[in-house]
C-alpha cells in the first residue's frame, strides 16, 4: 500500500476543484492529489499548471473521470485499483450551476451533475475507500442548498432563485446524511463542505460571471477549508454542511 494520502477531485480542472488541488498538494509530501477531469486534455493542463506553481510539495496525476459516464467512473476506479490499491479521500467536487434550456432539461442536467453523479461515484468507488485506514468522502455542497436559510427571509440570500441548483444541493445534502448512517460504522467520515461564493466558471465565463458580479472570493480559502477537513481539524462535524467559519443549518 501507498504510504502517501491519495485524494480524488472530480473537476479539478477549474475552479474549487483547481484551487482545492493547489492548496492540498502544497501542503504536504504526503499528499498525492488525482485531479479529476471529464476532458482528459484540460486534465494534463492542470497538472502541469499546477507543478509550474512552485509550491508542490506532494505529488500529482491526472486522470480521466466524468461523472455522469459510468464507463469513466470504473475505468477511473481501475486505474486507481492498480496503481493504489485503495483510495483515502474522494472529493466530489464536480458541479454545475444554472443551465440553459427547457424546464426539463435544465432539471435533469443539473441532478445529473450535482446529484446523480456524485452518488454513483461514490457507490463505486466505496470499495477502495474502505481499504484505506482513514477514509474521508466529501462532497462540495453549497450554503443555497440549506432549507432553513432558503425559508429565511432575514437569510442574505433568501431573493436568490437559482431554485434547480439549490434544490440539487438539498437533494446532495440529504445524500451525504444517509450516507453517513451506512458508511460511518464502517470507518468512513462523510462531510458536505460550502466553499463559499467564490471565482469560478460555476455561473459562466464572462469576468462579471466568474466574480460573480465583485463579490466572489479567492478559491484558494475553499481549498484550505477542504483541507482542514482531510487533516481531520473538522471531525467534530462529521455527517454536517460544513463552511470556513463553522456549519450551516440544514
Ligand atoms: N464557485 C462558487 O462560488 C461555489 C459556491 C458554492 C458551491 N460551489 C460548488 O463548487 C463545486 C465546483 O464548482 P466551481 O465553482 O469550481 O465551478 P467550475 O469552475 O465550473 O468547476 C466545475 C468543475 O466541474 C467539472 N464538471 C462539470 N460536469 C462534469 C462532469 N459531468 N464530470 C466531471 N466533471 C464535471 C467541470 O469540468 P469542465 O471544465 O469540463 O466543465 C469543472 O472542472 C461545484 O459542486 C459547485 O456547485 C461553488
Known sequence: ???QTIIL?????SGVGFAAAKVIASASPSYHVLVGSRNP??????????QAQGS??????????DVNDQASIDAASKVIEDRFGHLDVLLNNAGVGPPDGELRTQLERTFQTNVIGPMVVTHTLTPLLLKSRNPYSIYVTSGLGSLSMAADPNDPYYQARYDIYRASKAALNMLMIQ???ELGPKGVKTFAVCPGLVRSNLRGKTEQDISAGGYAGDPEVSGQTLLSVI??????????AVHKDGVHPW
Open 179 to 181: 450516507e453517513t448512517k
Open 41 to 50: 486534455e484540460n486534465g494534463k493542463k492542470a497538472v502541469s499548471e499546477l
Open 9 to 13: 477531485i472530480t473537476g479539478a480542472n
Open 231 to 240: 487533516e481531520g481539524k473538522r471531525d467534530a462535524d462529521v455527517g454536517r
Open 1 to 3: 500500500m501507498s504510504s
Open 56 to 65: 508542490i510539495k506532494g505529488t500529482l496525476t491526472d486522470i480521466q473521470i
